[in-house]
């Protein structure tokens, strides 16, 4: 099964992209047009708004062994160009900015997917790709798939992720071939990218040097991951 690095929307098309999707945020919620813009996945270039991309998880993918992890004691942290490990996830790539744009706070991801097991990790990585193709990591949120199906806050100034205790009554058992809905953020962080970069969301089911492989023991893995049905949602401006 073929990875897919799915071109979107590009920054003049965030707007009507917001538009398209506002119906899944209840009326009542309001969002300043200048905090938030939508990405969703999949969706420039003619691609359809709809279908699945199947995603053989690599549990080999790594964030290495100088993320934010590893470093909480005082060491620097260093994550490396990521282009090649790229390779190993499943990408969702805008087109270039045609103009500078500021993220301050948390992303917030909402996933619709349907695994091939009866539980997993997901992991949704934000990356800023420079003109030459470095591939820059911004922000990361990673979730059991067990701790699915809570819905997203509703606050005052929008959206934001479930308070999860991560307890076991928490937990919410699936069976394997079904959807499932996932709304998790991902660390906050405020960068200016340039005109000319391009954002990107990275999916991935490993973080082979971080965490222990979920499940625990299988050949193969696969996440399908419903465009029509997935976002970020991206504090920016």
């Given at each position: 099964l073929a990875r897919h690095d799915r071109q979107h929307v590009d920054a003049d098309a965030f707007a009507q992209r917001r538009k398209l999707l506002?119906?899944?945020?209840?009326?009542?919620?309001?969002?300043?047009?200048?905090?938030?813009?939508?990405?969703?996945?999949?969706?420039?270039?003619?691609?359809?708004?709809?279908?699945?991309?199947?995603?053989?998880v690599d549990f080999t993918a790594t964030t290495g062994a100088t993320n934010r992890w590893h470093t909480q004691l005082g060491a620097p942290v260093i994550y490396a160009d990521r282009a090649t490990h790229d390779g190993k996830l499943l990408t969702?790539?805008?087109?270039?900015?045609?103009?500078?744009?500021?993220?301050t706070g948390a992303p917030l991801a909402h996933i619709l997917l349907t695994p091939s097991q009866t539980d997993?990790?997901?992991?949704?990585?934000l990356e800023g790709v420079a003109p030459d193709g470095r591939v820059i990591y911004l922000s990361e949120?990673?979730?059991?798939?067990?701790?699915?199906?809570?819905a997203p806050a509703e606050t005052g100034a929008g959206m934001s992720a479930p308070v999860r205790a991560f307890t076991r009554a928490e937990a919410r058992p699936f069976v394997?071939?079904?959807?499932?809905?996932?709304?998790?953020?991902?660390?906050?962080?405020?960068?200016?990218?340039?005109?000319?970069?391009?954002?990107?969301?990275?999916?991935?089911?490993a973080d082979a040097q971080t965490f222990e492989r979920l499940p625990a023991s299988g050949a193969s893995v696969q996440y399908a991951v419903d465009r029509a049905g997935s976002f970020v949602d991206v504090p920016m401006r």
């Open positions: 506002h119906r899944r945020r209840p009326a009542h919620v309001a969002r300043s047009p200048q905090h938030a813009a939508l990405v969703g996945l999949g969706q420039a270039q003619g691609e359809p708004s709809h279908g699945d991309d199947v995603y053989d969702y790539t805008s087109d270039q900015l045609r103009r500078a744009i500021e993220i997993g990790a997901l992991f949704a990585y949120g990673v979730i059991r798939l067990s701790f699915n199906g809570l394997a071939g079904t959807p499932i809905a996932l709304a998790f953020s991902l660390s906050p962080i405020s960068v200016v990218l340039p005109a000319g970069y391009r954002l990107r969301i990275a999916i991935a089911g």
